[in-house]
């Protein structure tokens, strides 16, 4: 096993950062950690690299328990949000430090590091600026060097605090496709944190989603994308329409409209419930085909590239609905503010309990 | 080639302008009333003046002045960072009260300064009758001249390097601290070097100081000719004799190493910041 925790917590003055967390990661995973910022989950990453002591837990780093080791002996590579690279040296001075304060003994010798710190520049596509200043890179190029540092010292796992939440959004894409190809060549088991819910699902082998210092859910981004097991997953992994009604008779009801509640939820007792429909799974059409079809108006409608949003209201419906549906359609269909169109909620989730958003 | 480019527009307008009253202001405070000890100067002829500034005592007064600001200064750059270290990095009580205290030397007289020190090392002194039973004179050596100039020139480390150590964030220690880095590797090849420009400005400051001090030194130093006479004495005992031109000659020469001192002190710093910039 890469990583083990073992009933981490961690409490701050008036709150509690983590609650009893455990978790496993497997040698060569690429886990993210995912939840709105003050979940924890920086404070648990740093709690892994030894940059804070839990209150109480393990935590065991290859089978062997590095719980009160001091950062310095845990052999972790740490990237952080704003790089932290040493500006008063070069790059290649940048990456090399982590080998050149290795004891005399285990020190390599100035050819192998000298070769090591290319082999990595190489690697991480930076090897044309081994000469460079920090203040002379870009944020992307900055981070690249930084994970390049992290990784010279064969961290046993690789952690990475928001590596991409500084860089802007083209970048962060290219470096986030770029990261996950790197990650299959090296295979170091790595856990970064990150609140972007796309970059969580495009990048990791397994999500972790973590609210106010608990694991919500943690599984392939295919399983939490498609099976979130309550509201709060659901909301945080994407857009959402939320309609708050009541469930009665195993039927749903949002104000005039009913619809059949999921067979888990058939023979509960009345009680408030969430019914949640993701933008675009709903369905947009210009003639009815089903009777539970809504009529609707759009009334607003934004260009977003790819995709189109379209804000409706509906006749007997006493929520707003966002839906999104692809540039084709849109044209095909000849929409435009204004419009009359039928209104499908497919794919809907019902939860009960008091969740808020 | 032109000299006086302007790289970009700024928010302040009239590079002129204010040039202008850069170079009168500068004129007007510094380079005029430094200009006459240079112009006193030229009467005396080259035969006295050499004779004027290479006498024995002299010589002697440059040499003392010159070591004690320097070993001042070092002393000041060590305890003026750690000091500076103490007010950024910790938080307790009485803080505010020690930071105030650290610009004291600052606002004291320096007479005043160089009598608490007389009286405090004097042989009957608290210090002063311990001190002297190991055999350790403060008073009336050179020993206590330095620790007279310590004294003044401490709060320019501290103060130059506050702010620098205030900027530097957590996150690189703790990256030195993950990559394997002791505390020590962590300080000497990150932190120092970050802090050097700044902890190289405080002591150039406090070491030019120490050169010019005057106030506090005489008090303590017992002005013993040929072994506790600095520079300034020189001077000012030179006037007691009516002997300005003697006065003027030696106050030139040590206006001129004082001043390609800071030169040099200057080069080096630019030197140093030019690469990361």
């Given at each position: 096993m890469?990583i ?20 496993n990661?497997a040698s ?7 939840g ?5 989950k920086?404070t648990?990453?740093r709690?892994?690299?030894g940059?804070e002591l ?5 935590i ?9 080791l001091p950062p310095r002996k845990k052999n972790?590579g ?10 008063r040296?070069?790059?290649f001075?940048?990456?090399?430090f982590?080998l050149?304060v290795l ?11 000298q070769d090591?710190?290319e082999?990595?520049l190489k ?7 081994i000469?460079?200043?920090p203040s002379?890179?870009?944020?992307g ?9 992290a990784l ?7 952690l990475?605090d928001?590596?991409?939440?500084a860089?802007d ?5 290219e470096?986030?496709?770029w990261?996950r190809?790197?990650?299959?060549e090296i295979h ?5 944190v990150?609140h972007?819910q ?7 082998d ?14 392939t ?7 979130p097991?309550?509201?709060?997953v659901y909301?945080?992994l994407g857009?959402v329409?939320v309609?708050h ?12 409209y ?8 058939k023979n509960t007792?009345?009680?408030?419930s969430q ?16 009777e539970?079809d809504?009529a609707g108006t759009i009334?607003?409608?934004?260009i977003m ?5 379209l804000?409706?209201s509906?006749?007997?419906f ?8 692809p540039?084709e359609l ?13 209104v499908?909620l497919?794919r809907?989730r ?8 | 080639?032109?000299?006086?480019q ?7 307008p ?6 202008g009253?850069t ?9 005029v ?10 009467p005396?002829?080259w035969?006295p003046?050499l004779?004027a500034?290479?006498?024995?005592r ?5 040499r003392l ?16 960072l ?7 990095r910790y ?6 009260f ?19 020190f007389?009286?405090l090392y004097s042989?009957v ?5 311990t ?9 009336n050596?050179?020993?206590g001249?330095?620790?007279?100039l ?12 506050q702010p ?7 996150e ?6 993950c ?7 962590t300080?000497?090849k990150?932190l ?13 400051l406090?070491?030019a100081?120490?050169?010019g ?6 008090f303590?130093a ?7 006479e ?5 001077i000012?005992?030179?006037?007691d ?6 006065a ?11 001043f390609?001192?800071?030169l040099?002190l200057?080069?080096?710093?630019e030197?140093?910041q030019?690469?990361y910039?």
């Amino acid at each position: 096993m890469g990583i083990e925790l073992q009933n981490i917590t961690k409490k701050f003055t008036g709150y509690t950062a983590l609650d009893n967390i455990s978790l496993n990661v497997a040698s060569g995973e690429l886990v993210a950690l995912l939840g709105p910022s003050g979940c924890g989950k920086t404070t648990l990453l740093r709690i892994i690299a030894g940059l804070e002591l839990p209150d109480s837990g393990k935590i065991i780093l290859e089978n062997k328990d590095t719980t009160n080791l001091p950062p310095r002996k845990k052999n972790v590579g740490f990237v952080f949000q704003h790089y932290a690279l040493f500006r008063r040296l070069t790059v290649f001075e940048n990456v090399a430090f982590g080998l050149k304060v290795l004891p005399f003994r285990e020190r390599p010798s100035r050819s192998a590091i000298q070769d090591r710190v290319e082999h990595l520049l190489k690697l991480v596509q930076m090897d044309w600026a081994i000469k460079r200043y920090p203040s002379q890179l870009s944020g992307g190029q900055r981070q690249r060097v930084a994970l390049a540092r992290a990784l010279a010292v064969n961290p046993k796992v690789l952690l990475l605090d928001e590596p991409f939440s500084a860089l802007d959004a083209k970048v962060r894409q290219e470096l986030r496709r770029w990261l996950r190809k790197l990650h299959d060549e090296i295979h170091v088991t790595s856990i970064f944190v990150t609140h972007d819910q796309e970059e969580a699902l495009e990048l990791a082998d397994r999500i972790v989603v973590i609210n106010k210092g608990r694991i919500e859910q943690q599984g392939t981004p295919q399983e939490v994308y498609d099976h979130p097991v309550n509201a709060f997953v659901y909301n945080f992994l994407g857009n959402v329409n939320v309609f708050h009604g009541r469930i009665k008779n195993g039927k749903v009801s949002l104000g005039a409209y009913h619809l059949d509640a999921p067979d888990e939820l058939k023979n509960t007792e009345e009680k408030p419930s969430q019914t949640f429909v993701r933008p675009h799974e709903i369905g947009i059409s210009r003639i009815r085909s089903n009777e539970t079809d809504l009529a609707g108006t759009i009334r607003e409608v934004r260009i977003m590239g790819g995709q189109i949003g379209l804000n409706l209201s509906c006749e007997g419906f006493e929520h707003a609905i966002d839906a999104e549906i692809p540039r084709e359609l849109y044209l095909n269909l000849q929409l435009a503010k204004g419009e009359k169109v039928f209104v499908s909620l497919n794919r809907v989730r019902v939860f009960t309990g008091d969740y808020e958003i | 080639m032109e000299f006086f480019q302007r790289k970009r527009r700024n928010i302040l307008p009239g590079f002129g302008l204010s040039m202008g009253y850069t170079v009168f202001y500068l004129s007007a405070i510094v380079i005029v009333p430094l200009s006459m000890i240079f112009f006193n100067t030229i009467p005396m002829g080259w035969e006295p003046f050499l004779h004027a500034v290479t006498a024995p005592r002299v010589l002697a007064s440059y040499r003392l002045s010159f070591s004690t600001a320097l070993f001042a200064a070092v002393f000041d750059a060590i305890v003026g960072l750690l000091t500076a270290w103490v007010l950024v990095r910790y938080r307790f009580p009485g803080k505010q009260f020690l930071d105030a205290l650290v610009d004291l030397p600052f606002a004291l007289p320096t007479a005043v300064a160089g009598i608490c020190f007389a009286t405090l090392y004097s042989p009957v002194g608290w210090l002063g009758q311990t001190l002297i039973k190991y055999n350790i004179e403060i008073i009336n050596s050179p020993t206590g001249i330095v620790v007279a100039l310590i004294f003044i020139g401490f709060p320019f480390v501290v103060r130059t390097i506050q702010p620098v150590l205030e900027e530097v964030e957590h996150e690189i220690e703790e990256a030195a601290q993950c990559l394997g880095a002791t505390r020590w590797q962590t300080f000497r090849k990150i932190l120092l070097p970050h802090l050097f420009p700044a902890l190289l400005t405080g002591s150039t400051l406090a070491f030019a100081r120490g050169i010019g001090e005057y106030g506090s030194v005489i008090f303590i130093a017992g002005n013993l000719p040929m072994k506790t006479e600095i520079a300034p004495l020189m001077i000012m005992s030179k006037l007691d004799q009516f002997d300005y031109a003697g006065a003027s000659a030696v106050a030139l020469v040590l206006l001129l190493i004082s001043f390609s001192m800071l030169l040099l002190l200057n080069a080096v710093q630019e030197w140093q910041q030019k690469e990361y910039r």
